[in-house]
C-alpha cells in the first residue's frame, strides 16, 4: 500500500510546523521591519539637523556679511549631499539672498517610499551671529528628498524578508527529510506488515518492531498491537466453542418459540373478545346516556310547564288584596315551587353538561356589575343571619371581558349561596383579581369548614361534606358539581381550601379574553373637581368589614382620605347602625360639605341632605351618593333621565299570545294586561295564522311545543308572507336543552325567553322589539 505524499504523517507534520515557524518568521520579520523604519526616520531627521548645524555658523556670517559668492558656494555645498534638492538663504526682508537646486530622483519604487516617508521634507533655522544676538539676518532653508532614505529602507526591509522566507523554505526540506526517516518510514513498514496479514487467519500473524524504535511511540504501538493479535486469537478460539454450543441450543429454542407462539395467540384471541365487549359495553352506556338526555329534555318541558303554572297563579295571587295569614301561606308556597325550580335547572344543567349539549356565549359584559349584582342579590340572605358580604373588586380591574356572563352569574350565585348557608357569624367576602392573565374570583367566608376528607367529596353529585351537614343545612349537593362543570366548560379551574371551624376559600380563575380596558368605567378623570377639593373624612372602624374596599376605592380615584375630625370640612363617611348613637349624632351635627351613611344591615334612614350608602359596596351608587353629598346631580355613562327613575315609557301594544296551556294563558295574560298591553289568546299555530290573517298586532309571543302545529311550523309560515316579514316573533318555550335557541333563530324568530314567565322578561323583551310609535301628521 502507497501512501500520497500529501496524505503522509511527514508531510503533514512538516507543513504544519513551517506554517508555524512561517508565520513566527513573519511576525518577527514584521516587527523588525517596523523598528527599522522608525529608526531610519529618526536617523533621517538627525543627519539632516546635523547637516544644518554645521552650515549655520558660515550662513549666518555670509547674511550679516552680505557675501553673495559665499553663500553659493555654501549651497552648492550642501546640494553635494544625496538628500538635498534645494538650499537657499533668506533675508530679514523674506527676499532670496542666494539659492541652489537640483531635480529629485525617479524611480518606479518611488511611491512606496513617499507612502512611508512622505515625498519631500523642508527644515529651516534662523541665521543670528554670536555678537549681536538680537539682530536678525534671516533664515536658512534646505528641502530634502525622502527617497534616498526610503530606498535604504526598502532595501534594508526586503533583505529582511527575503532571507526569512529562504530560511524557511530551507528549514522545511530540513524537516521533511527528518520526520521521513524518522517517522514515516517506519511507520509505512508497519502499515506495509499490516497490510500482508490474511482476513481468515489474523491471529497467526506478529508484526516486527522496526529498527531503532523500540523504545519510542511506535515501538509500544507495535507492542500493543501484537498484543490485541494475541487476544483476537483467543477470542477466535472461545468463539468457535461459543458456536458450536449455541447449534447445541437452537433446535430446542426452536421448539420453545413454536410453543410460546401458540400460548401468545390464544391469549391474543381471549384479549380481542375482551376489547369487542368493552367497546360494545361503551355504546350501550353512550345509548343510555343520549336516552336520558332526551328524557330529560322532554321531561323539563313536561314538568316545568305545570310548574310554571304554579308560580305564575301564585304569584298573581300575591297582587291581590289578601290576609296576612293567607299573603304568608302563598309566599311559602311561591318559595317552594322557586326552590323546586331551581333544583329542577340544576340537574338539567348538569345533565347538559355531562350529554355535551351545553352551549356558551360568548359577548362582553361588566365583571365588575355582575359580581356587585349577586352580591347585593344575596345580601338580604345574609342579613336575616346577621353576616355580612363584602365586594373586595380589584380598583384596576377591566371593565369588560368576553365570555358567558349568564353561566358565570351562575357559578358566582351557587358559591355565594353555598357560603352564606354555611356561615352562622362573620363575613363572605367576594374578592375579584387579574392574575396572569385571567379572571381570577375569590369567595372566602368565616362558616363551619370542611374536614380533608370532605374536601374530596363536595364536588360530586348529590354529596356533601358529611351527613350532619345535610341534616343540619338541607341541601342537594348539586351546586358545587355545577359550579365545577360550568368552570371546566370554560377551560377554568375552580380550587377549594378549607379547615373545620375556619371557613372556606374557593378560588375560581377563568381565562376571559379581555373586551376593553377601560370602556363604561368611573375613572378618577371623572370625579368632580368639588369632591376630590373637598375631600372624604372617615368615621369607620378599622374592624369594619367593608372600611378597606370603600378607602380602596377613594384612594384609586385619588381622593383624600382622611380620619373624621369635627373641623376638617370634607364629605363624611359615617358607618350607622339603627341603634348607634354617637355616630348618628357625629352625622347630624356634621358641618362639613356633606354626609354619607354606610349602611350594612339596610335598616338606617338618612334625614335632610344626608345621603345612604348601602353595602355591599357598589362603585356606581359610590359615586353618586359622594356627588349627592357634594350638592351636585349626576348622570353615568349611557344615562338619560328616563333611566335614572327607573321608568321606561312604553306605549300600549297589541299582542298575540299564543300558548296551549290554559293556565299559563292566564299567567302570562294577565301579566301582560298589567303592563298595559292588549293580549289576544290562540291555542296552537294554526289559529295563529288565522288571527293574523283577521287582526293586526304588534308582537307575536309564541310557544314552541303546541298540539296541531308547533310554533316552529308557524312561524316558518308567517315568514312566508311578505306582509308579516318584519312582525316580531318572540320563542317561549320551557326547553332549555342545547340548539333551542338556534331552532327557535332558524325557523325565523326574533328572540328568545325561557318559562316560567317572568314580568321583568317580559317587559325587557317587548321593550326591546316594541315598533316605533307611529308619527303623528
Not at 317 to 329: F, K, S, T, V, Y
Not at 494 to 502: A, C, K, Q, T, Y
Not at 553 to 574: C, K, T
Request: glycine letters at 6%; a negative charge; proline letters at 4%.
Amino acid at each position: 500500500m502507497t501512501t500520497p505524499f500529501k496524505k503522509r504523517l511527514s508531510y503533514r507534520l512538516t507543513r504544519d510546523t513551517v506554517l508555524i515557524a512561517m508565520v513566527l518568521g513573519l511576525i518577527l520579520n514584521i516587527a523588525q521591519v517596523t523598528l527599522d523604519f522608525f529608526s531610519a526616520r529618526d536617523s533621517m531627521e538627525q543627519e539632516i539637523r546635523a547637516l544644518i548645524d554645521i552650515s549655520h555658523s558660515p550662513a549666518s556670517q555670509i547674511a550679516y556679511n552680505i557675501d553673495i559668492r559665499l553663500a553659493e558656494e555654501l549651497l552648492d555645498g550642501l546640494l553635494r549631499h544625496p538628500a538635498t534638492i534645494d538650499a537657499r538663504i533668506i533675508d530679514n526682508n523674506g527676499q532670496t539672498m542666494a539659492a541652489a537646486s537640483q531635480s529629485s530622483p525617479d524611480s518606479r519604487y518611488r511611491w512606496i517610499s513617499d507612502l512611508l516617508f512622505g515625498d519631500s521634507r523642508v527644515f529651516s533655522q534662523e541665521l543670528v551671529v554670536p555678537q549681536l544676538s538680537d539682530l536678525p539676518l534671516g533664515n536658512l532653508t534646505v528641502t530634502i528628498d525622502t527617497y534616498h532614505y526610503g530606498l535604504l529602507f526598502l532595501e534594508r526591509a526586503a533583505y529582511t524578508l527575503i532571507s526569512g522566507l529562504l530560511k524557511s523554505l530551507v528549514l522545511t526540506a530540513a524537516l521533511l527529510t527528518v520526520f521521513y526517516f524518522v517517522l514515516t518510514r517506519p511507520m509505512l513498514n508497519v502499515i506495509g506488515a499490516l497490510s500482508r496479514v490474511r482476513a481468515d487467519s489474523p491471529e497467526k500473524v506478529r508484526l516486527p518492531v522496526p529498527h531503532n524504535h523500540r523504545e519510542d511511540e511506535i515501538g509500544q504501538m507495535v507492542g500493543i498491537i501484537n498484543q490485541h493479535l494475541e487476544t483476537i486469537d483467543s477470542s477466535l478460539v472461545q468463539l468457535r466453542d461459543a458456536e458450536s454450543a449455541m447449534k447445541n441450543y437452537s433446535s430446542q429454542l426452536e421448539q420453545e418459540v413454536e410453543d410460546r407462539t401458540r400460548e401468545i395467540s390464544a391469549k391474543n384471541e381471549a384479549l380481542q373478545r375482551g376489547n369487542r365487549a368493552l367497546v360494545r359495553a361503551k355504546e350501550d352506556a353512550v345509548r343510555r346516556a343520549r336516552s336520558r338526555a332526551n328524557f330529560l329534555a322532554t321531561m323539563s318541558h313536561e314538568i316545568r310547564t305545570p310548574l310554571n303554572g304554579v308560580l305564575g297563579m301564585l304569584g298573581l295571587a300575591l297582587e291581590g288584596d289578601l290576609e296576612p295569614a293567607q299573603r304568608n301561606r302563598i309566599e311559602i308556597a311561591l318559595n317552594a315551587g322557586q326552590s323546586l325550580l331551581s333544583l329542577l335547572n340544576d340537574i338539567l344543567d348538569i345533565s347538559k353538561v355531562e350529554a355535551g349539549k351545553l352551549s356558551l356565549e360568548n359577548i362582553p359584559f361588566s365583571v365588575r356589575n355582575l359580581i356587585e349584582e349577586c352580591a347585593t342579590l344575596h345580601a338580604q340572605q345574609a342579613r336575616r343571619k346577621n353576616i355580612d358580604v363584602v365586594t373586595d373588586i380589584e380598583c384596576d380591574l377591566p371593565e369588560t371581558f368576553l365570555g358567558d356572563p349568564t353561566r358565570t352569574r351562575q357559578i358566582l350565585n351557587n358559591l355565594l349561596s353555598n357560603a352564606i348557608k354555611f356561615t352562622d357569624q362573620g363575613s363572605v367576602r367576594i374578592r375579584a383579581t387579574r392574575f396572569n392573565a385571567n379572571l381570577r374570583i375569590d369567595v372566602i367566608d368565616t362558616g363551619i369548614g370542611m374536614s380533608k376528607e370532605g374536601l374530596h367529596r363536595i364536588f360530586s353529585p348529590f354529596s356533601q361534606a358529611d351527613t350532619d351537614t345535610t341534616r343540619l343545612y338541607g341541601g342537594t349537593g348539586l351546586g358545587l358539581t355545577l359550579c365545577r362543570q360550568l368552570v371546566e366548560r370554560m377551560h377554568g379551574q375552580i380550587l377549594v381550601d378549607s379547615d373545620e371551624g375556619r371557613g372556606t376559600h374557593f378560588t375560581v380563575n377563568l381565562p376571559l379574553p379581555l373586551h376593553d380596558q377601560y370602556s363604561g368605567g368611573i375613572s378618577s378623570a371623572d370625579i368632580p373637581e368639588s369632591v376630590r377639593t373637598a375631600g372624604v373624612d372617615l368615621s369607620i372602624p378599622h374592624d369594619y368589614p367593608h372600611r378597606l374596599p370603600i378607602e380602596s376605592q377613594l384612594r384609586a380615584w385619588s381622593i383624600p382620605v382622611r380620619e373624621a375630625s369635627r373641623n376638617n370640612g370634607g364629605i363624611l363617611l359615617v358607618a350607622v347602625d339603627k341603634d348607634d348613637d354617637p355616630a348618628r349624632k357625629l352625622a347630624d351635627q356634621w358641618t362639613g360639605t356633606g354626609v354619607v351613611l354606610v349602611d350594612r344591615n339596610g335598616t338606617v334612614d338618612a334625614s335632610g341632605e344626608q345621603q345612604v350608602l348601602s353595602m355591599p359596596l357598589r362603585r356606581d351608587q359610590l359615586f353618586r351618593t359622594l356627588c349627592a353629598a357634594a350638592g351636585l346631580r349626576p348622570v353615568a355613562k349611557g344615562e338619560n333621565e328616563d333611566s335614572i327613575s327607573g321608568k321606561v315609557v312604553t306605549r300600549p301594544l297589541n299582542l298575540l299570545l299564543v300558548e296551549d296551556n290554559q293556565v299559563n294563558q292566564v299567567v302570562a295574560s294577565s301579566m301582560l294586561r298589567k303592563l298595559g298591553h292588549w293580549v289576544t289568546l290562540a291555542e296552537n299555530g294554526k289559529r295563529a295564522l288565522e288571527a293574523l290573517t283577521s287582526g293586526e298586532f304588534d308582537i307575536v309571543l309564541m310557544d314552541c311545543q303546541m298540539p296541531v302545529m308547533d310554533g316552529y311550523q308557524a312561524t316558518r309560515k308567517i315568514r312566508e308572507n311578505p306582509e308579516w316579514q318584519d312582525l316580531p316573533v318572540i320563542a317561549v318555550t320551557a326547553n332549555v336543552m342545547q340548539g333551542d335557541r338556534d331552532d327557535c333563530l332558524e325557523s325565523g324568530m326574533n328572540d328568545y325567553i325561557t318559562k316560567p314567565y317572568n314580568r321583568a322578561d317580559l317587559k325587557s323583551v317587548i321593550d326591546r322589539w316594541a315598533p316605533p310609535e307611529p308619527q303623528e301628521d
